[in-house]
T-cell receptor
Framework: NAGVTQTPKFQVLKTGQSMTLQCAQD?????MYWYRQDPGMGLRLIYY???????DKGEVPNGYNVSRLNKREFSLRLESAAPSQTSVYFC?????????????FGPGTRLTVL | QQQVKQSPQSLIVQKGGISIINCAYE??????FPWYQQFPGKGPALLIA?????SEKKEGRFTISFNKSAKQFSLHIMDSQPGDSATYFC???????????FGTGTRLTIIP
């Protein structure tokens, strides 16, 4: 079991460029999440998908879009990157919907926007 | 609006000592309080969690203390070891809600 995998590990973008962060899990989990981690800000939820076919906004959704491609995959897209989106991005999954369920995190994508 | 306040931001403890990290919350609907541990270059991982029907939960050297009336909870690491050096996040969730609200993190360093 690979758990939660994320690609790429590192990325540098210029302002205005677009990119998609990929996330996949092999644990047959129903719920998936995208967070960003910034110094002094902790982990902030961008979007989540409680189950296949559904997505909802989190705390900081502006500038991002998501796609729950299937049960395994949940991608995060930056349409027009801005320096404020420089961050470390984590994908997570949990077996079922509901905050009681343990979230399993991927290794992260470190994104720099110049 | 930060719903979960965590302190201190960083903490240095001598090997063998007790590490204490505190969190306070505002939303009385929160009823699940996990702690996540994150090593450099890795994603966070669940360490220990508590629900408010108990005031304390212990797993090995790690203990969560919970004070419902004060809306505070804390992580105690007994006999702290260099391998415990990591960033610790408290979090809070409520039943019927998909989301966890995380604290801002505490960078713990255990020195020999």
């Amino acid at each position: 079991n690979a758990g939660v995998t994320q690609t790429p590990k590192f990325q540098v973008l210029k302002t205005g460029q677009s990119m998609t962060l990929q996330c996949a899990q092999d644990m047959n989990h129903n719920s998936m999440y995208w967070y960003r981690q910034d110094p002094g800000m902790g982990l902030r939820l961008i979007y989540y998908s409680a189950s296949e076919g559904t997505t909802d906004k989190g705390e900081v959704p502006n500038g991002y879009n998501v796609s729950r491609l299937n049960k395994r995959e949940f991608s995060l897209r930056l349409e027009s990157a801005a320096p404020s989106q420089t961050s470390v991005y984590f994908c997570a999954s949990s077996l079922d919907r509901g905050s009681y369920n343990e979230q399993f995190f991927g290794p992260g994508t470190r994104l720099t926007v110049l | 609006q930060q719903q979960v306040k965590q302190s201190p931001q960083s903490l240095i403890v001598q090997k063998g000592g007790i590490s204490i990290i505190n969190c306070a919350y505002e939303n009385t609907a929160f009823d699940y309080f996990p702690w996540y541990q994150q090593f450099p270059g890795k994603g966070p991982a669940l360490l220990i969690a508590i629900r408010p029907d108990v005031s304390e939960k212990k797993e090995g050297r790690f203990t969560i203390s919970f004070n419902k009336s004060a809306k505070q909870f804390s992580l105690h690491i007994m006999d702290s070891q260099p391998g415990d050096s990591a960033t610790y996040f408290c979090a809070a969730g409520e039943s019927g809600n998909e989301k966890l609200t995380f604290g801002t993190g505490t960078r713990l360093t255990i020195i020999p």
